[in-house]
């Protein structure tokens, strides 16, 4: 009963001392960061002779209306219009304060005087919903915005039933139970903005029994197997054509030697065997000659490849050669013989 008596007490004494016609109360009002806001004269009486509007930024006079003259401060920020509106540009955090307005007649009474607790709020951003279909969840999230309320419905506007749901700050999530719903949407909006974006998950339910799982690792084994024996295969016949190869250039140029050798041994002048007694002409460290188109055995010689054509070599003719018995004798000369040998001859 004390406790009531006291505040009937306090309350009656407000309004004793407070002024008549004038209106105390407190009214919240919400702006958009970085945007501008318009501040109007909330419960402006009426049929009453409005000579002075004022605007206050808690103690400090921001301007006034007066005669139909509007007299400002040096803050730009601050726009008075005649009608009373305040606009305030760019709003800031420190934008948040108390406005408050008065409003008086020609004799000076206060007729109204209204307080507006300005809250700058941050504006939502637009949405993005993702999902994972293996955990059958999806996922709400927004980058930017103040005290945001986020909401997901399922198939349009019909509110969630079945499933997990949780809120960390700009991010939502949510769990389904089968059966998987159509569709989603998920909004997102607080004092001063609201986005909403509608998503349909693309899940196809796959099961993958143990035999499938099998079958695919065993396909692929086999195909792993085949590539090692063909790529064995093409290192083994690239490595002989390559010895094949090899051993056709040593082969050619063994041959192009000995036909240089030959050829040399047979221009050569001045090598002309001498014959004596009709006896074969002796060749030097018991050398013999051998027969046309007989070739010299060359050490490492290589037999020809299977398949190899050789080339036809041109038949060469022994170089016509006059046999002599003996050295040539000396030739006689011619005398003249006396009567006496002539007789005897005869």
Same mark, same amino acid.
């Not at 074969?280 to 055995?297: E, M, S, W």
């Given at each position: 009963?004390?406790?009531?008596?006291?505040?009937?007490?306090?309350?009656?004494? $407000? #309004?004793?001392?407070?002024?008549?016609?004038?209106?105390?109360?407190?009214?919240?009002?919400?702006?958009?960061?970085?945007?501008?806001?318009?501040?109007?004269?909330?419960?402006?009486?009426?049929?009453? @002779?409005?000579?002075?509007?004022?605007?206050?930024?808690?103690?400090? #006079?921001?301007?006034?209306? &007066?005669?139909?003259?509007?007299?400002?401060?040096?803050?730009?920020?601050?726009?008075?219009?005649?009608?009373?509106?305040?606009?305030?540009?760019?709003?800031?955090?420190?934008? @948040?304060?108390?406005?408050?307005?008065?409003? !008086?007649?020609?004799?000076?009474?206060?007729?109204?005087?209204?307080?507006?607790?300005?809250?700058?709020?941050?504006?939502?951003?637009?949405?993005?919903?993702?999902? /994972?279909?293996? *955990?059958?969840?999806?996922?709400?999230?927004?980058?930017?915005?103040?005290?945001?309320?986020?909401? #997901? !419905?399922?198939?349009?506007?019909?509110? *969630?039933?079945?499933?997990?749901?949780?809120?960390?700050?700009?991010?939502?999530?949510?769990?389904?139970?089968?059966?998987?719903?159509?569709?989603?949407?998920?909004?997102?909006?607080?004092?001063?903005?609201?986005?909403?974006?509608?998503?349909?998950?693309?899940?196809?339910?796959?099961?993958?029994?143990? !035999?499938?799982?099998? &079958?695919?690792?065993?396909?692929?084994?086999? $195909?792993?197997?085949? $590539?090692? $024996?063909?790529?064995?295969?093409?290192?083994?016949?690239?490595?002989?054509?390559?010895?094949? /190869?090899?051993? /056709?250039?040593?082969?050619?140029?063994?041959?192009?030697?000995? @036909? @240089?050798?030959?050829?040399?041994?047979?221009?050569?002048?001045? =090598?002309?065997?001498?014959?004596?007694?009709?006896?074969?002409?002796?060749?030097?460290?018991?050398?013999?000659?051998?027969?046309?188109?007989?070739?010299?055995?060359?050490?490492?010689?290589?037999?020809?490849?299977?398949?190899?054509?050789?080339?036809?070599?041109?038949?060469? =003719?022994?170089?016509?050669?006059?046999?002599?018995?003996?050295?040539?004798?000396?030739?006689?000369?011619?005398?003249?013989?006396?009567?006496?040998?002539?007789?005897?001859?005869?």
């Amino acid at each position: 009963m004390k406790f009531q008596s006291h505040l009937l007490v306090t309350y009656l004494l $407000l #309004l004793f001392f407070s002024p008549r016609g004038v209106m105390v109360e407190e009214n919240m009002v919400w702006g958009i960061l970085a945007q501008s806001i318009s501040l109007d004269i909330p419960d402006l009486p009426k049929g009453q @002779e409005i000579d002075d509007i004022r605007w206050s930024e808690g103690q400090t #006079l921001i301007g006034k209306v &007066s005669s139909d003259k509007v007299t400002t401060g040096k803050n730009t920020n601050y726009e008075i219009f005649i009608n009373g509106t305040l606009k305030i540009r760019e709003l800031k955090a420190v934008s @948040e304060q108390n406005y408050t307005v008065s409003v !008086y007649n020609k004799n000076g009474k206060n007729l109204l005087k209204k307080t507006l607790t300005l809250n700058v709020m941050e504006a939502v951003s637009k949405p993005e919903m993702t999902w /994972n279909c293996t *955990l059958k969840s999806i996922f709400c999230v927004t980058q930017n915005g103040t005290n945001p309320e986020m909401t #997901l !419905y399922i198939n349009g506007t019909h509110p *969630l039933k079945k499933g997990t749901l949780t809120k960390e700050g700009l991010k939502l999530k949510y769990t389904w139970e089968d059966p998987l719903p159509r569709e989603f949407k998920c909004v997102v909006k607080n004092k001063v903005s609201e986005e909403w974006v509608v998503g349909q998950p693309s899940c196809s339910v796959r099961v993958l029994d143990i !035999y499938h799982i099998l &079958s695919i690792c065993g396909g692929g084994v086999i $195909l792993l197997i085949f $590539l090692t $024996l063909l790529i064995s295969c093409c290192l083994r016949r690239k490595r002989q054509s390559n010895q094949t /190869n090899d051993q /056709n250039l040593e082969c050619n140029s063994t041959r192009v030697n000995m @036909e @240089e050798r030959s050829r040399k041994l047979h221009q050569s002048p001045g =090598h002309h065997p001498q014959q004596s007694g009709g006896r074969h002409p002796q060749q030097p460290g018991g050398h013999r000659p051998q027969a046309p188109g007989h070739h010299l055995q060359v050490p490492g010689h290589c037999p020809p490849v299977p398949g190899h054509r050789p080339r036809p070599q041109p038949k060469r =003719h022994p170089p016509n050669i006059q046999q002599q018995s003996g050295p040539p004798l000396p030739r006689p000369r011619n005398q003249q013989r006396s009567p006496h040998q002539e007789k005897e001859y005869r």
